[in-house]
């Protein structure tokens, strides 16, 4: 007999049941197995292997409702407010507390109460943030990425409000074959509110189709910011993606990627900066199942204070995925010896000629360099900064696009410069 | 001028210096010379500030001012310079910033105007163009991938921008083939002047052909155990160390 061991649900648990009792909602296949899925194992904790070193049990006190008082004065207020980050030429797509809002540009938008969302599965139904936003999420805005020239899309996630709340939006981005887009997913919010989000983004690549997709997360010092990518690439497929993490009280972002065609070209990437009582975590799986695809994962995290990094990432090598490229590499950089970062990189291979390799490292800045520094006049603070402006930048160097380079740059010394001040 | 007296350091409990006293003038280019682990390295390092040598005893004076206590960005600051026997590499850095840091940081110190990028990049173009250094080694991460040779030559073009009053050279001659050698050497002996000295610590007389000593010291067990001219340096070459080391034994 298998024991059954019982938790006890936290008062976040209880608050999540009780507003899926109330209704409300439509009933689908999705939502219903997303439900009973919280019902039976509650939020994702250390005793999920996935969510071991990002205990939501523990790190979600509570459970704000979701937001629903949407007004055009909410919206007139958004919209008076400044972007974490600015793109020239982009079809501006705004969502304000998680609602889709309204587009400029040219590109095709389609925002509607959905039927049953994950109708052909996919490979993160059995996540348990994932069942949270599932069973929560309302609207699904769908995006598609015309051929021919270049598009340039700014998705703006802004928050607002003085309470706390909870937002789930849903996106799905059709890239069509042969398309090419540049797509910056910006998230700002308010400081000291507690509020939540889970931006879930699916992306499906069609062949030959090129995708350069950046995120800058500026959610506010008490926000709790979940994200997850879904990604399917068919053959050919080229999806580059950077991740800057500056904000949020928790933050994790998780990517789940398929490469289901040959010769899909896969880049991920992304620094995090952590300072305080921060706590981020970058958790992605890279799934080959298709033969000669290459994939290369390169992250940096730079922890100071109280703060925890945290990165997992697995590639997976099916039997007939032949010729598989792939590289991970995850370094870390210590300011403080409080800051603590976990590092888990796997790989499973099942097929025999493939090329996959891994590493990680954790330490604090370079002596050597540091010395090197100071005997040339640069003042010990000065140093640091040099230091680390340049060890996120390597981290920044994957984004292809020069104009966001140079703004993620900026918010770089903008963080190494709060550090000097304090 | 920089004058070291009766200094002694150690870096994990040994001790490498033991009471070294040593003293070059202004417009002095002073050699010197030891066998490996005789603490030549240590001496350069323990006098630019280095913090894993802990000095027990002693002074060093850079112009008067007794500079021990100072950190090594201070130090810098007021004059010194220590160009490194292996320049660290700093990837992500790109040269001409690092430089360009490190000049404004030496200014700003001393209560002189930073300079503008234009301004500063003139300066740098004409130094670098003496030593054969390239505009793309210059937006290259500093020292990442450069070849022996061209360190030290970017080791000397940081010297000739910082322009200090007195100018440590640690083992610059190791790694170089002889045009580099040259190179180097002709860069140094730009930067030879009256209110200006050199500590130039090398192994071998080779280097002294090129830049032609005033002093030469003879280094062993962590002090100085024999001072002369330049021909020192060739009876050294000569004989090797066995002598001196067994009489400082």
Redesign the interface.
Known sequence: MAVQLQTVRTPAEEAILARLAEGGRRHTQTREKAVARLRANGLPNRRVEAWHYTDLRTLMRDAPPPFEAFTDDLVAQAMGQSAALSLKDAAHVLFVNGRFVRHAGALEVVDADTGDQAAAGDAYGDDGAVALHRAFAGRTTTLRVPPSHRSIVHLDFREIGTDAFSTFPHLVIEVVEGADVLILETHRGPNEIGYQTHALIEFHVASSAKVEHVRVNEAGNKALSLSTLGVDLAARAAFQSFSLSLGANVARHQIFLRSLGEHAKIGLAGASLLRGRQHADTTLVVDHTAPRCQSREFYRYIVDDMATGVFQGKIVVAPNAQKTDGGMKSQTILLSDTAAMNNKPELEIFADDVICGHGATCGSLN???L??????????A??EA??L???A??AVDRVGDEQIREQLMDKVRDWLAQRVKS | MLEIRNLHAEIDGKKILNGLTLTVKDGEVAAIMGPNGSGKSTLSYVV?????YTVTAGEVFLNGENILEL???E???RGLF?A?QY???????TTHV?LR???N??RK?RGEAELKTAEFMKLMRAAADKLSVTQEMLRR?LNVGFSGGEKKRLEIL?MTL?APKFGILDETDSGLDIDALRVVSDGVNDLRAPDRGFLVITHYQRLLDHIKPDTVHVMAQGRIIKTGGPELALELEKNGYRDFVADAA
């Open positions: 002596e050597n360099q010395f090197y520094a100071h005997a040339r006049g640069i003042p010990p000065e140093a040099l230091l402006e340049a060890f930048g390597e | 630019a500030g280095r913090s894993d950190p090594p960005h130090r810098a600051a220590l490194f320049p660290v590499e700093i990837p992500g850095v690092f840091t490190a000049l940081a030496q110190a991460p940081q910082l």
